[in-house]
């Protein structure tokens, strides 16, 4: 199965931006729909975004919609997450997982990424 490694994340002043990326071992990248997810201490894990295997439909959680944009490379057997205006309430680790269809729901997830942790400053 396909193997993913997060990086990007750090500390980050109120709107600020910062760019994470998910970088994929496998030799089967495209035939995964991509999703990022992040949790906080003491909360449940919550869906961010997805982008379809194509790249070309993508969902995104209303607490994020508008500010965030999720992007692929399957040349380069890599996901994307840009995040702009940046609110404390972002802070927590973020996670790349694959999935073999198109779900929001964590649990349809097969593989997940080790996480990168995003720190907003107010």
């Known amino acids: 199965q396909v193997q993913l490694v997060e990086s990007g994340g750090g500390l980050v002043q109120a709107g600020g931006s910062l760019r994470l990326s998910c970088a994929a071992s496998g030799r089967t990248f495209s035939s995964y729909v991509m999703g990022w997810f992040r949790q906080a201490p003491g909360k449940e894990r919550e869906f961010v975004a997805l982008?379809?295997?194509?790249?070309?439909?993508?969902i995104y959680a209303d607490s994020v919609k508008g500010r965030f944009t999720i992007s692929r490379d399957n040349a380069k057997n890599t996901v994307y997450l840009q995040m702009n205006s940046l609110k404390p309430e972002d802070a927590a680790v973020y996670y790349c997982a694959a999935a073999e269809g198109f779900f929001t729901d964590a649990q349809w997830y097969q593989v997940w990424g080790q996480g990168t942790q995003v720190t907003v400053s107010s």
């Open positions: 982008i379809s295997r194509s790249g070309s439909n993508t």
